[in-house]
Nanobody
Framework: QVQLVESGGGLVQPGGSLRLSCVASGGIFSMFLMGWYRQPPGKQRELVADINRDGTTNFADYAKGRFTISRDNAKKTVYLQMNNLTPEDTAVYYC??????????WGQGTQVTVSS
C-alpha cells in the first residue's frame, strides 16, 4: 500500500522561498512518476511539475524558472523547491504518484500561503 506524506508548507512573504517534501512508503519508489499539484482557493487542482523515473521533468508555465522538482530514490522522497513566491502561489500543494497500471496515489496536501 503506497502512501504519500507531504511537509514543508507554511506562511512565507512575497519573494520568499519554500521547499516541499513528499515521502513515500510502500511500493518501488524509483518506478513511480512523481508530481506536485496545487489547488488555489476556489479553483481546480492543477499540475505544478512532475518528474519521471529517468529524471526528466515537466513544469507548468507559471513554474518555469522559479520552481525546481527533484527526487531522491534512496530516500523515497520528491522535492519541490519554490523561489520568488507570489500571492498567486497560495494554494494547497499535493504530491501525486503514478504507479504501474495507471494507479494514482495522492498525499494529504500541505498549505502554502504567500502573504505580507
Amino acid at each position: 500500500q503506497v502512501q504519500l506524506v507531504e511537509s514543508g508548507g507554511g506562511l512565507v512573504q512575497p519573494g520568499g522561498s519554500l521547499r516541499l517534501s513528499c515521502v513515500a512508503s510502500g511500493g518501488i519508489f524509483s518506478m513511480f512518476l512523481m508530481g506536485w499539484y496545487r489547488q488555489p482557493p476556489g479553483k481546480q487542482r492543477e499540475l505544478v511539475a512532475d518528474i519521471n523515473r529517468d529524471g526528466t521533468t515537466n513544469f507548468a508555465d507559471y513554474a518555469k524558472g522559479r520552481f525546481t522538482i527533484s527526487r531522491d530514490n534512496a530516500k523515497k522522497t520528491v522535492y519541490l523547491q519554490m523561489n520568488n513566491l507570489t500571492p498567486e502561489d497560495t494554494a494547497v500543494y499535493y504530491c501525486r504518484a503514478l504507479l504501474s497500471g495507471f494507479r494514482i496515489i495522492w498525499g494529504q496536501g500541505t498549505q502554502v500561503t504567500v502573504s505580507s
